[in-house]
């Protein structure tokens, strides 16, 4: 996946093919669905929940940048007359951070910031000095690995690059690293800054 090519060994040869993706994927919480819903209860023991959960190795877990929980939406909110954003605008402000990774990258081999190796993420994704004591708390208490977190500094510079900011802020850190694994996480942990994660952990 990180080396973006794909290597076929066979007996007399071995082969290796371009393979740079973006993987997208959905899971359920547990066999029967319904773990964590507020209005149905799951029907699985603990015990099963979490040999299912462990069905994704977290070596893959944490090289997947954005991990979001989808709960059950509510008819109220699904028949809300309050305008949404429009997926035209939300179209423009992706085209517009893709525009401003491209003019980033001018002249390198790089097309966006998913690409970006160690020696990029230093010179482009500094950080204030509230954003550099965040990912060192964030580290600690979090146990993250190294891996994970070039990969929270890419993502927040992704987050800014929406925003139209040219400096990361400890906002988009802080968003950035909301989106890691739960499974890694523990509830209500201080970043530091003003910055809590209220997460639960499952
Ligand atoms: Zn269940």
Redesign the pocket.
Do not use: E, K
């Given at each position: 996946m990180e080396d973006r090519v794909v290597t076929i060994s066979r007996a007399k040869t071995t082969m290796t093919f371009p393979a740079n993706f973006m993987l997208v994927g959905a899971m359920n919480?547990?066999?029967?669905?319904?773990?964590g819903d507020p209005a149905k209860e799951?029907?699985?023991s603990p015990a099963?929940?979490a040999r299912y959960q462990k069905r994704l190795s977290g070596p893959l877990l944490d090289r997947i940048d954005i991990h979001v929980e989808v709960p059950r939406v509510e008819y109220d909110k699904l028949a809300t007359e309050v305008p949404l954003e429009s997926s035209h605008s939300i179209r423009a402000r992706v085209e517009g951070a893709r525009e401003r990774q491209s003019q980033r990258f001018t002249g390198t081999h790089l097309a966006c910031n998913a690409e970006m190796g160690p020696g990029e993420v230093r010179e482009y994704c500094q950080l204030d000095d509230g954003g550099r004591s965040l990912p060192r708390s964030a580290m600690q208490q979090l146990q993250m690995s190294a891996r994970a977190f070039q990969r929270i500094l890419k993502l927040a510079r992704t987050i800014a690059d929406l925003a139209g900011e040219g400096e990361i802020a400890t906002a988009h850190l802080a968003e950035a690293i909301q989106y890691r694994p739960r499974r890694q996480m523990g509830a209500g942990i201080d970043l530091g800054c003003g910055h809590e994660l209220s997460l639960e952990v499952v």
């Open positions: 919480p547990c066999p029967c669905g319904y773990f799951c029907t699985c099963i929940v």
